[in-house]
Each structure stands twice: as C-alpha cells, then as structure tokens.
C-alpha cells in the first residue's frame, strides 16, 4: 500500500520561502511519475508542478522560476522548494503519486498524501 506524507509546511511571509517534503513508503519515485498540487478552500484542486518517473520536470506558467522539484532517491522523497512567496500561493499543497502524461499534462493518479498547509502572510 502507497503512503505519501508531506510535510513542511507553515506560516511565511511574503517573499519568504518553503520547501515541501513527500516521503513514499509502498513505491518509489524512481519508477512513477509524481506531481504536487495545492488546493483553496471553495477551488478546485490545480496542478502546480509534476515530475515524470525520468527526471522530466513541468511547472504550472506562472509558477515557473519560483518553485522548483527535486527528488532524493536514498531517502525516496521528492521536495518542492517555493521562493519568492506570494499571498495566493496560500493553499494546502498535497502529493500525488503515480499518475500519466496525456498529451504533456499530467493526470494524477490514485495515491494522495494528506496535505501540508502553506499560508503566506502579506
């Protein structure tokens, strides 16, 4: 059975920076594709970054140059560094885990973690 837990979350001010961490246990990040969406109360859940099973890395527009993905195969974790935050980057984030490409655009699969709050103060 998958496990993801995020964590790293919290309160920041603008212009500050997180990093999100997403620890697997049950897979690896090696072999799936993975993506980190976030989510506000009374929004859909979007799709701020994903990363294919090789390395390949996409951003959603206007977060490109302000957050980044990265993976540390010993620890199977993959992190999500966020810089230059700003007031609507406030949103719980969460892990997925397992999804396809369709077309370029991932399409999450089944294996969510629980969501880590990102609150960003102006």
């Known amino acids: 059975q998958v496990q993801l837990v995020e964590s790293g979350g919290g309160l920041v001010q603008a212009g500050g920076s997180l990093r999100l961490s997403c620890a697997a246990s049950?897979?690896?990040?090696?072999?799936?594709?993975m993506a980190w969406y976030r989510q506000v109360p009374g929004k859909q859940r979007e799709l701020v970054a994903s990363?294919?099973?090789?390395?390949?890395?996409n951003y959603q527009n206007s977060l490109k140059g302000r957050f980044t993905v990265s993976k540390d195969s010993a620890k199977n974790t993959v992190y999500l560094q966020m810089n230059s935050l700003k007031p609507e980057d406030t949103a719980v984030y969460y892990c997925?885990?397992?999804?396809?490409?369709?077309?370029?655009?991932?399409?999450?699969?089944?294996?969510w973690g629980q969501g880590t709050q990102v609150t960003v103060s102006s």
């Open positions: 997925n885990l397992g999804g396809r490409y369709s077309s370029g655009t991932y399409i999450a699969g089944v294996s």
């Open positions: 049950g897979s690896t990040f090696s072999v799936n594709n």
């Open positions: 990363r294919s099973s090789l390395g390949y890395t």
